[in-house]
């Protein structure tokens, strides 16, 4: 096993801005209204994993996918271990071949894996087979997803394209908006939140990509070269935002990348090499 030890950032997470609800935010539960900041409550799933607030987040051990069988058989990953703490934001680097798609396709639940564990806030979710039958909700309700393009509805307004998973989660229509509006302001986007996609700049439309991520609260995000396609300063920029949304919403976030800008703000990144994990401190620079 490589090291999983937590870096010494975990210790500021108590003294992070409250969130940006001031109240008002109906049921929706936030870790304000929870009072227990640590652990707010999410969408009911499948019992049977652990709890504690120290597995939270993001938790990977031992994980294995092999592709196909016998003679052609692809050992994709081979030893994955990587644990983030809800709030931080970690890097994922390597190569070609490496193995990040895979793992980002386990973690979200697209296929699975032949061996190891997996917990996503504070719920195993995979221990050499799933435990939960609900795929689909898993997805819905604990992962949300940022890719290098916004890929946005197009025929909806910016509002409707962050409201929409909540909606479809089961959350009132007016409540799911009022909460997309809240997030679009903390994106600084809410002036747009009327307007069609197309008629949004890049940097907005990864904005709005970001408020839709956060939509349904989930404890984790997975991020694929989510700057790659941007200028420095907007790179950073999205980072900027990564960061101060992790601890805002308690989300713990994996960004895959190779993007040389962005790479220095990590206080961790795993690095992959032919399916297995190294972990490395980052240098942390300040957004
Ligand atoms: N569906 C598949 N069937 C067989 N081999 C695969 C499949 N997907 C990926 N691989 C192999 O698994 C290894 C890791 O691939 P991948 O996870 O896509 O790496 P990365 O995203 O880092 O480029 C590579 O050797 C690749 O050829
Ligand atoms: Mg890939």
């Given at each position: 096993?490589n090291?999983?030890?937590?870096?010494?950032?975990?210790?500021?997470?108590?003294?992070?801005?409250?969130?940006?609800?001031?109240?008002?935010?109906?049921?929706?539960?936030?870790?304000?209204?929870?009072?227990?900041?640590?652990?707010?409550?999410?969408?009911?799933?499948?019992?049977?994993?652990?709890?504690?607030?120290?597995?939270?987040?993001?938790?990977?051990?031992?994980?294995?996918?092999?592709?196909?069988?016998?003679?052609?058989?692809?050992?994709?990953?081979?030893?994955v271990n990587m644990?983030?703490?809800?709030?931080?934001?970690v890097g994922l680097v390597g190569p070609?071949?490496s193995g990040k798609?895979?793992l980002?396709?386990?973690?979200?639940?697209?296929?699975?894996?032949?061996?190891?564990?997996?917990?996503?806030?504070?719920?195993?979710?995979?221990?050499?087979?799933?435990?939960?039958?609900?795929?689909?909700?898993?997805?819905?309700?604990?992962?949300?997803?940022?890719?290098?393009?916004?890929?946005?509805?197009?025929?909806?307004?910016?509002?409707?394209?962050?409201?929409?998973?909540?909606?479809?989660?089961?959350?009132?229509?007016?409540?799911?908006?009022?909460?997309?509006?809240?997030?679009?302001?903390?994106?600084?986007?809410?002036?747009?939140?009327?307007?069609?996609?197309?008629?949004?700049?890049?940097?907005?439309?990864?904005?709005?990509?970001?408020?839709?991520?956060?939509?349904?609260?989930?404890?984790?995000?997975?991020?694929?070269?989510?700057?790659?396609?941007?200028?420095?300063?907007?790179?950073?920029?999205?980072?900027?935002?990564?960061?101060?949304?992790?601890?805002?919403?308690?989300?713990?976030?994996?960004?895959v990348t190779h993007?040389?800008?962005?790479i220095?703000?990590f206080?961790r990144i795993y690095h992959i090499r032919d399916g297995r994990t190294y972990e490395e401190a980052g240098?942390?620079?300040?957004?």
């Amino acid at each position: 096993m490589n090291g999983t030890k937590l870096s010494a950032n975990q210790s500021n997470r108590d003294a992070e801005t409250p969130p940006l609800e001031k109240g008002g935010s109906g049921d929706f539960p936030t870790p304000a209204d929870s009072g227990t900041p640590a652990n707010p409550p999410r969408p009911p799933f499948e019992k049977g994993g652990s709890t504690s607030t120290e597995d939270a987040g993001i938790l990977i051990e031992g994980l294995r996918k092999r592709y196909g069988a016998g003679d052609t058989a692809v050992d994709a990953l081979k030893d994955v271990n990587m644990r983030v703490a809800p709030g931080e934001v970690v890097g994922l680097v390597g190569p070609s071949g490496s193995g990040k798609s895979t793992l980002l396709k386990c973690l979200g639940a697209v296929i699975e894996p032949s061996a190891g564990r997996m917990t996503l806030g504070g719920e195993t979710i995979y221990d050499n087979a799933w435990k939960t039958r609900d795929l689909r909700a898993l997805r819905r309700d604990r992962i949300g997803f940022v890719f290098q393009a916004p890929y946005l509805i197009p025929f909806l307004d910016v509002t409707d394209n962050v409201a929409l998973l909540p909606m479809l989660s089961g959350r009132p229509n007016g409540e799911a908006r009022r909460r997309a509006v809240e997030l679009l302001e903390a994106l600084d986007v809410a002036h747009r939140a009327k307007a069609q996609p197309s008629q949004l700049s890049g940097g907005e439309q990864q904005r709005v990509s970001i408020a839709r991520a956060l939509a349904n609260q989930p404890p984790v995000i997975l991020a694929d070269e989510p700057t790659a396609p941007l200028d420095s300063e907007r790179a950073l920029g999205v980072m900027r935002i990564l960061n101060q949304m992790a601890s805002q919403y308690r989300t713990a976030i994996i960004v895959v990348t190779h993007d040389e800008k962005i790479i220095p703000t990590f206080k961790r990144i795993y690095h992959i090499r032919d399916g297995r994990t190294y972990e490395e401190a980052g240098e942390g620079r300040a957004l």
